[in-house]
T-cell receptor, first 114, second 110 residues
Framework: NAGVTQTPKFRILKIGQSMTLQCAQD?????MYWYRQDPGMGLKLIYY???????DKGEVPNGYNVSRSTTEDFPLRLELAAPSQTSVYFC?????????????FGPGTRLTVL | DAKTTQPPSMDCAEGRAANLPCNHS???????VYWYRQIHSQGPQYIIH?????ETNEMASLIITEDRKSSTLILPHATLRDTAVYYC???????????WGAGTKLIIKP
């Protein structure tokens, strides 16, 4: 298994541009998550999904959108990029079953908005 | 807001046990304690979790006080590769509510 994969690894955007951060997992996990991590801080949840076709907002959803058309993929869309969205973005997945919350993380996408 | 309190940094000598404390005085009865770590520039990695009892796995041991208001993560024989930021997280049994604090930066010294 490749686990959780994310593309791209790095990206520089200009203010007002848009882009999609890709996330895929091959573990048949139904839960998937998008986090952002600012320097020296912990992770903040942006959006999450409990299965294909179902998404919901986390702590910091403004400026982002997600979709979940398949179990494997959970892309994060940035519309009208702003400098405040400069961060490292992590995607994670979790196997079914509500008794634990063992999340598996991707390697991250480092985004800079200038 | 983070529901846990951890020291910002700690040092430990290579080969010794690293004991990382965490206070979670407002923890409720159904909230688990989770530990993750993040090696520089990588995604976080799950270490261990517990509810009431002490837990041990191949990576670490988790000691939870009887009143559940604090816990300690123990890395029994720390190596240089254990240098990372360690996050203590409490979570209710829900879909997503992992609240990440700033963690403890653990530096293992040769």
């Amino acid at each position: 298994n490749a686990g959780v994969t994310q593309t791209p690894k790095f990206r520089i955007l200009k203010i007002g541009q848009s882009m999609t951060l890709q996330c895929a997992q091959d573990m048949n996990h139904n839960y998937m998550y998008w986090y952002r991590q600012d320097p020296g801080m912990g992770l903040k949840l942006i959006y999450y999904s409990v299965g294909a076709g179902i998404t919901d907002k986390g702590e910091v959803p403004n400026g982002y959108n997600v979709s979940r058309s398949t179990t494997e993929d959970f892309p994060l869309r940035l519309e009208l990029a702003a400098p405040s969205q400069t961060s490292v973005y992590f995607c994670a997945s979790r196997p079914p079953g509500a008794s634990t919350d063992t999340q598996y993380f991707g390697p991250g996408t480092r985004l800079t908005v200038l | 807001d983070a529901k846990t309190t951890q020291p910002p940094s700690m040092d430990c000598a290579e080969g010794r046990a690293a004991n990382l404390p965490c206070n979670h005085s407002t923890i409720s009865g159904n909230e688990y304690v989770y530990w993750y770590r993040q090696i520089h520039s990588q995604g976080p990695q799950y270490i261990i979790h517990g509810l009431k009892n002490n837990e041990t796995n191949e990576m670490a041991s988790l000691i939870i006080t009887e009143d559940r208001k604090s816990s300690t993560l123990i890395l029994p024989h720390a190596t240089l590769r254990d240098t990372a930021v360690y996050y203590c997280i409490v979570r209710a049994n829900s879909n997503y509510q992992l609240i990440w604090g700033a963690g403890t930066k653990l530096i293992i010294k040769p």
